[in-house]
């Protein structure tokens, strides 16, 4: 089964207009998520969608592969949803362009999970890591809950959600991973009331009885939000080999 990476990266983010040319020890944030993406075993390709032509004119001088896409879309997924009608693959992976720390291994692993559950109607996968309580300060973590089998069930940024229901709390971390069909059924589906509500994409495909798998993942750290984001990426950044 052959499967893509495909990195969204747009200038005009209203927290950090330029983000992924910022620099983080010399190197372009894109660059980072790059390199760290290309490390990944069960990738077979790898590539930047961007509406931005600066930020394809980097790529394209720095021999990364990039592809533009329209202006319009409102999320990463839809991005990458475009990118699948110029790219043939059975899996999708939506990686964040603000990731500059992504474990290849996560990449790996969420692959994996997915490929072993495509026969069991899974069309999306994606990843977790145990957190602590009171971890949330800023509001910024998405709680994950998951069945025994590891089926996605709720997403919400509320500390207290399922309290009396779950003795360990879940941190989502953001890396997806679709099925040519389930990414096709989830770009179509309307936004619906809790999507909108939490703002967090990958409910939707909850509210559309879209099934999810779930795997246990390494904490991918800090993701580059803010311009003062920088200089933490900057203390943690390590080169995998």
């Known amino acids: ?21 910022a620099k983080i020890k010399k ?37 990364i592969r990039v592809t533009m896409t329209s202006t319009k879309h409102l999320t990463g997924t839809d991005r990458v949803y475009e990118v699948t009608k110029k790219i043939n693959s059975d899996i999708y992976v939506n990686l964040q362009g603000d990731e500059p720390l992504i474990n ?7 692959i994996l999970i997915l490929k072993k559950n495509i026969k069991n109607k899974f069309e999306i996968s994606t990843g977790y890591s145990l957190i602590k309580t009171g971890q949330n300060k800023n509001k910024s973590i998405v709680f994950l809950n998951k069945s025994k089998q590891g089926e996605l069930k709720f997403l919400t940024r509320l500390e207290d959600f399922s309290k009396k229901r779950i003795k360990k709390k879940l941190k989502h971390i953001g890396i997806f991973a679709f099925t040519k069909e389930g990414l096709k059924k989830f770009a179509n589906f309307k936004s619906k009331k809790l999507e909108k509500k939490e703002n967090i994409e990958l409910l939707r495909s909850i509210e559309n009885n879209q099934k999810v798998i779930c795997v ?20 943690q950044i390590k080169i995998f080999k």
């Open 104 to 110: 290849p291994k996560n990449i790996d692993k969420v």
């Open 27 to 63: 190197k372009e944030l894109i660059h980072h998520v790059w390199d760290r993406a290309k490390l990944s075993k069960e990738a077979d390709l790898c590539l930047v969608a961007t509406d931005d032509k600066r930020i394809k004119k980097f790529c394209e001088d720095n021999n």
């Open 216 to 235: 246990k993942l390494s904490d991918n750290n800090i993701s580059v939000d803010y311009p003062s984001d920088i200089k933490k990426v900057e203390k």
């Open 1 to 21: 089964m052959k499967s893509t990476i495909i990195i969204p990266a747009r200038w005009a983010s209203k927290r950090f207009p330029g983000k992924p040319l």
